[in-house]
């Protein structure tokens, strides 16, 4: 059992930050892990990443979209309360090492996942431009976070009530244009935007580094359920991610596997409260 | 003994197939009691018996059979427990019949004492009788007082449960960290209810509660902490037993198409995750009208009759060989097509075909004819050229494992052999660093329950002898 040490809503009804008690994962994660959880006894396995953690406090922060049905449940849990399983840290770390110039691009909730990564690779030396985008201002996160490590903060929204007006690629785009020595860009969030991330980078030769989002169920390479087409081979995103080289991923087969489940999970989602208590 | 005199095997009374398709339990009822006596008493009390040698952790099958068939359960079980430590299990899954009843001496008349049902019918009983429930409740008082010798098992398998129970009694502080957050490895995650139910687990599990072991779930070693820093922070001894986990996929074209699971993301959801309760559970269950499954060992049946019972029109096993050289124990075999589980012989899948939408529609297989013997004795199979396609849209994956990955890529150092498998030293199971063990399929690949347990026994003497508790 994992107590929630703290919880708020980042965005109401949408997104929800939690600190949770759990010293063992805190003291072992870094950048790039996640953990896997459950939260009652007929649960589902959920994968959230690590978006921070502090191993002299023995906390890690996870930060989630509502999305379905254990999401749903999670966000009803409040401070003080406990979570059955928590897993972790899970996955390869972010490869992390210094190569000088570093963007890092979050989408939606993906830049949480994010944070962590960028925090990283800011600790090792390297200079970090955040590219952060979401639909409308108030649907941003971790602007201020950022800031405070980053040597930059590019802001995109799609109703330009925020930043510039339009997608992550176009700020991305821009400054590429000025900073053509960036090393490395990472991407985080939906699969269409870390697509058009790679296939941006791609011309420009930049190493470009993805987090994959694949559906999984034990995080320990043992099932099978998150495997993912890298380089035409087999990967398990669990195991040998979930960060992969963004130009090697075929992205149609992610887009695809991350539907199969559809209707069940709208089943589920409609069950909720219903079903069991 | 003239053959003639030979009393048939007393039958195992069996839910009857057109039932137990539609329902997720146990298919064997198991003896009664008057059954049980009967059949031990059949037991020809061989001066000489060959049945102990026949089980690899070398159960003292003459001894327990004759306690039994003078009705004494405790003196029985205490006979199997000596070593066997997970009876309700062995006595359910193990392939007797390559093994000790193998070595029977009646095996020759094709009728040897049931001894896997009667290993079977003492562990449940003595489990379940009230006068062996206060004997269960008093082993926390007789257990060897603790000493200050701490060891840790990593995984949960029979493997581990093997080691941390011999290592207990002998008074040792045993942390068993497993990954999950179930304890009992694929006894809880492949093994379905109908063939082993999740109960029978927990009452071993909860007897070696009993015992003083320790239990951590959502631990993974190698992630959550490494096996280094496990011997760093004071357990003397480790005993590695991951099991082989990945999935192998056969490389062939389409096997990511929506429908093609495998059987280890399959078993799973249904068994750990309870998906057959969907959608009162929440992990989603793929659905299958037409069933194909890849495979002839005991994953692969355990993943057809699953199926089955989740209500699959349809279900085809498919397989490159014959059944007389499938792997899977003969019993589930028959019980599946009891079931109306089809096997297609003599077929290789060689590409998945798809619906034009992403989704699975058809399984392509060659037709195969039988060569000579391989490496393994088992006839080889040759490709004819002649294909078909089996129209399906869901197949199940059971072809085999490889090594669980995590631990073995955070301890590189650890020692492997070309397959990826943990090296140990065979009479001693030690690895390549000091005071770490390892057994069952993380060092074998994937075997047998009971071969896993043996290799947990033998690390675990070698572990106590070193550790100064013998
Ligand atoms: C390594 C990893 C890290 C992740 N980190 C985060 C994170 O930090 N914050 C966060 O909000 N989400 C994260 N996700 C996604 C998160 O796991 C899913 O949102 C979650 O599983 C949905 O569970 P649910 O039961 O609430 O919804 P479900 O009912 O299972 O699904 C609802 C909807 O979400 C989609 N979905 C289901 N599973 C996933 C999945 N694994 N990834 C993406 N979409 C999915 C479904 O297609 C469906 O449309 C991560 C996923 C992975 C693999
Ligand atoms: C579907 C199926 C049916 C089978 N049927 C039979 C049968 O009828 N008869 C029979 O004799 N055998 C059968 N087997 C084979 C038998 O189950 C295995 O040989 C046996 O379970 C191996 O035991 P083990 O102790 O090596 O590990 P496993 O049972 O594989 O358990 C390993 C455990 O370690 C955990 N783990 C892995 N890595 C880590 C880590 N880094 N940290 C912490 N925990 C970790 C895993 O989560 C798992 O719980 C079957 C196998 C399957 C899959
Ligand atoms: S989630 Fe099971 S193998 Fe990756």
New binding site residues.
């Given amino acids: 059992m994992t107590r929630i040490v703290h919880r708020r809503d980042i965005i109401p009804g949408q997104t929800v930050e939690m600190v949770l008690h759990a010293p063992a994962i805190a003291a072992a994660a870094r950048p790039g892990h996640f953990v896997i959880l459950r939260v009652h006894p007929m649960g589902e396995r959920i994968p959230l990443t690590i978006a921070d953690a502090d191993a002299a406090a023995g906390t890690i922060t996870i930060v989630f979209l509502v999305v379905g049905t254990t999401t749903a449940r999670l966000a009803q849990l409040s401070e003080g309360e406990e979570i059955l399983d928590v897993c972790g840290p899970l996955g390869q770390a972010t490869h992390l090492v210094r190569v000088g110039k570093v963007v890092c691009v979050g989408g939606g909730t993906g830049i949480a996942a994010m944070h962590h990564i960028a925090k990283g690779h800011a600790q090792v030396g390297n200079q970090v431009t955040a590219v952060i985008g979401a639909r409308s201002a108030d649907l941003l996160l971790f602007e201020e976070e950022l800031g405070r490590f980053c040597h930059e903060v590019l802001v995109a929204t799609n109703d330009g009530s925020r930043g510039v007006r339009g997608l992550v690629t176009d700020a991305l785009r821009r400054h590429l244009a000025i900073h053509p020595d960036v090393a490395e860009v990472v991407a985080v969030g939906p699969v269409p935007m870390m697509r058009a991330v790679a296939e941006l980078t791609r011309p420009l030769g930049i190493k470009t580094v993805v987090s994959l989002n694949s559906i999984m169920v034990?995080g320990?390479g043992?099932c099978g359920a998150c495997r993912v087409r890298v380089g035409g081979e087999i990967r398990f995103a669990c195991v040998d991610g979930p960060e992969f080289d963004g130009h090697a991923v075929d992205f149609d087969e992610l887009a695809a596997r991350l539907t199969a489940f559809v209707p069940q999970e709208r089943q589920s989602y409609g069950c909720l409260g219903v079903c069991h208590g | 003994m003239a053959r003639g005199k030979i009393r048939p095997r007393v039958p195992m009374p069996m839910q009857d197939p057109l039932v137990r398709r539609g329902n997720f339990h146990e298919v064997a009822l198991g003896y009664t009691r008057e059954q049980a006596m009967a059949e031990a008493s059949r037991c020809l009390q061989c001066t000489k018996p060959t049945c102990q040698s026949g089980c690899p952790v070398e159960v003292d099958c003459k001894g327990f059979i004759a306690h039994l068939a003078q009705g004494d359960v405790e003196g029985a079980f205490a006979v199997i427990r000596h070593t066997n430590s997970l009876p309700a299990v062995?006595g359910?899954?193990?392939?007797q019949e390559k093994q000790c009843e193998r070595a029977c001496k009646l095996a020759p008349t094709g009728e040897p004492i049931a001894i896997g049902r009667l290993e079977r019918f003492v562990a449940d009983a003595y489990y379940t009788s009230d006068a062996c429930a206060s004997a269960i409740a008093a082993a926390s008082h007789c257990r060897m007082p603790q000493r200050d010798v701490r060891v840790a098992c990593?995984?949960?398998?029979?493997?581990?449960?093997?080691a941390a129970g011999l290592l207990a009694a002998l008074g040792a502080q045993v942390t068993v960290?497993?990954?999950?957050h179930?304890?009992?490895?694929?006894?809880?995650?492949?093994?379905?209810e109908f063939?082993?139910p999740k109960r029978i687990v927990a009452t071993e599990v909860e007897h070696l509660r009993r015992l003083g072991v320790e239990f951590r779930t959502n631990?993974?070693?190698?992630?959550?902490i490494g096996l280094r820093a496990l011997l760093e922070r004071g357990y003397q001894a480790v005993f590695v037993?991951?099991?082989?986990?990945l999935p192998q996929f056969p490389g062939i074209p389409g096997e990511s198409l929506l429908g093609v699971y495998s059987?280890?993301e399959y078993?799973t959801r249904v068994n750990l995750m309870r998906a057959y309760e969907f959608p009162r559970a929440d992990t989603p269950l793929p659905q299958g009208r037409r069933v194909t499954v890849i495979g002839g060992?005991?994953?692969a049946?355990?993943?057809a009759r699953t199926a089955l019972r989740l209500g699959a029109l349809e279900v085809t096993i498919v397989y490159r060989r014959t059944q007389a050289e499938m792997p899977?124990?003969q019993e589930?075999l028959e019980h599946a097509v009891e079931e109306g589980v089809r096997v297609r012989e003599l077929v290789a899948p060689v590409a998945f075909e798809g619906d034009g939408k992403g989704w699975l529609a058809g399984l392509r297989v060659e037709h195969m004819v039988l060569g000579e013997p391989d490496d393994s004795g088992r006839r080889r199979p040759i490709p004819t050229g002649t294909t078909e396609v089996l129209p399906t849209d869901l197949c199940i994956i059971?072809i085999g494992?490889g090594p669980?990955p995590?631990?073995l890529r955070?301890t590189p150092e650890l020692a492997r052999n070309r397959w990826g498998y943990i090296v140990t030293d065979p009479e001693t199971g030690e690895t390549s660093i000091p005071m770490v063990f390892a057994?069952?399929?993380?060092?074998?690949g994937?075997?047998?329950?009971?071969?896993?347990?043996g290799?947990?026994r033998r690390a675990a003497q070698e572990i106590a002898r070193r550790l100064g508790l013998v």
């Fill in positions: 034990d320990m043992m | 062995c359910r899954v193990c392939p990593v995984g949960s398998g029979p493997s581990s449960l093997t960290f497993e990954g999950l179930e304890i009992g490895g694929v006894l809880v995650y492949g093994i379905p063939r082993l631990w993974v070693v190698g992630q959550t037993g991951t099991g082989a986990g059987a280890n078993l060992g005991n994953v049946m355990d993943a899977c124990r589930e059971g494992t669980n995590v631990l955070a057994g069952g399929d993380i060092v074998t994937a075997a047998t329950v009971v071969l896993a347990m290799a947990g």
